[in-house]
């Protein structure tokens, strides 16, 4: 979560900041300005033919690594400054600051460029030094060069075109976090679990009230939340119950090897009835190696699994719009399960392929880094076509339970749009 120096208010949540703290940032912004013209961008004199070593920085091309870092200082003159001398001292570049006011002291959060041959320990040990404490630190990447308020508005817009989207944002905007939903009826929340209280400085778990009524739970445990962080995610739980349920209308009309046209698009609630019918017309073998349970329970699960909030569903239905197919991409905390079931008649059509195709696609475009998916030993369909994928594979059984775990970040998987901003006919 990257924050530009001159995004900084001065008044947060009701308390003004200090001007001192903007003054000094302003301050170093224009020393730094005056060094890079005074020594990196000077024009050549007669001698200089170009071949020389950079003297703008003192590093070669490549020789720096970007970081992220947290500390809390105290809320006092000289407090920032001291920070900032530090890492300069280190020829550690400061390239965007956010400051989250506390009820004691204040959490600075720095993106730098720092020397490649600089590690974590040696920086977050200068910061310690100069005052800071709590520090955290870790490495960052071109993605959190964007500012915060362009970040904010690409999470809400993604919120606002998909109900899917709000565990997504949510986890983006906080970072690496466990994230889950518990209905209106669930234990914790009828015994009372606290919601949207005040947040202490030591906080790492995070509770939201969710539109439908029940909880949702946010847990960062490297890392304390702070009130800005809980300000911003409750307005994006805010801003997605206003907007109420909603999921993208793109679709996909495609014919099979044998010749079949189907669709394929997004499902929600609104196909809880065609889901049931399906059940009803499978046998008994495909409902138990999707739901790995009594075939009496296989429709209790509809209504969870067709829910935006808890991921995504693909539907497959065919020219007369009866519903053959069900794919399902499932937040699962800080994981992402994916499932499959097929009208037996639709089976070996090359559908389930498909459809896995499609939702690890779209898995890519959440940014996870992995998907798994639990069935039986005995599955075959399933296992080749997690095969078919091309994706590093991992194997676990237990008790005749198979649970197979794909890595995203290979090349392979090929699949047309995902559905969540376009339609096609």
């Not at 739980?237 to 997004?266: C, F, K, M, S, Y």
Request: charged fraction near 25%; proline fraction near 6%; charge should be negative.
């Amino acid at each position: 979560m990257t924050r530009k120096v001159a995004e900084q208010t001065c008044v947060t949540d009701g308390r003004p900041v200090r001007r001192w703290r903007q003054d000094v940032v302003e301050l170093a912004a224009l020393l730094r300005t005056w060094w890079t013209s005074r020594h990196g961008h000077a024009p050549p004199d007669g001698t200089d033919t170009g071949t020389g070593p950079d003297t703008g920085t003192g590093m070669a091309a490549g020789a720096s690594v970007l970081w992220r870092m947290r500390t809390t200082v105290k809320d006092q003159p000289g407090s920032l400054a001291a920070l900032c001398i530090a890492l300069a001292e280190r020829r550690i570049d400061i390239l965007s600051l956010q400051t989250h006011p506390l009820a004691r002291g204040t959490v600075d959060e720095f993106l730098l460029r720092a020397p490649a041959d600089l590690t974590a320990t040696e920086i977050s040990g200068a910061v310690t030094r100069a005052g800071g404490a709590g520090t955290w630190i870790e490495r960052a990447d071109a993605h959190d060069l964007v500012d915060a308020p362009t970040r904010v508005l690409g999470l809400a817009t993604r919120t606002a075109l998909d109900a899917a989207e709000l565990p997504l944002a949510l986890r983006q905007l906080l970072g690496r976090c466990t994230i889950r939903s518990l209905p209106g009826g669930d234990s914790a929340a009828r015994e009372g679990v606290p919601v949207e209280g005040a947040l202490e400085e030591t906080d790492t778990v995070m509770r939201l009230r969710a539109p439908e009524g029940g909880v949702i739970t946010v847990e960062r445990p490297y890392l304390p939340f702070t009130p800005t962080e809980f300000a911003r995610a409750r307005a994006l739980v805010e801003l997605d119950a206003r907007l109420g349920p909603r999921v993208p209308n793109g679709q996909d009309v495609l014919t099979l090897p044998r010749g079949n046209a189907i669709t394929v698009r997004r499902a929600d609630a609104g196909d809880l009835e065609a889901a049931k019918a399906m059940h009803e017309r499978c046998s008994p073998r495909t409902l138990s190696l999707r739901y790995h349970g009594p075939m009496g329970d296989a429709d209790r699960y509809l209504n969870h699994l067709l829910s935006p909030r808890y991921g995504r569903t693909l539907a497959v239905q065919t020219a007369s719009g009866r519903v053959v197919g069900l794919g399902h991409l499932l937040w699962d905390g800080d994981e992402t399960e994916i499932a499959l079931i097929v009208e037996d008649e639709w089976q070996r059509h090359g559908i389930g392929g498909e459809l896995l195709r499609r939702l690890v696609s779209m898995a890519r475009e959440a940014n996870c880094e992995h998907v798994y998916a639990v069935t039986q030993s005995s599955n075959t369909g399933m296992v080749a076509a997690m095969r078919g994928l091309g994706l590093p594979l991992d194997y676990q059984i237990e008790e005749g339970t198979l649970v197979i775990t794909a890595r995203l970040d290979a090349a392979p998987v090929v699949s047309p749009l995902p559905y969540d901003h376009s339609s096609r006919d």
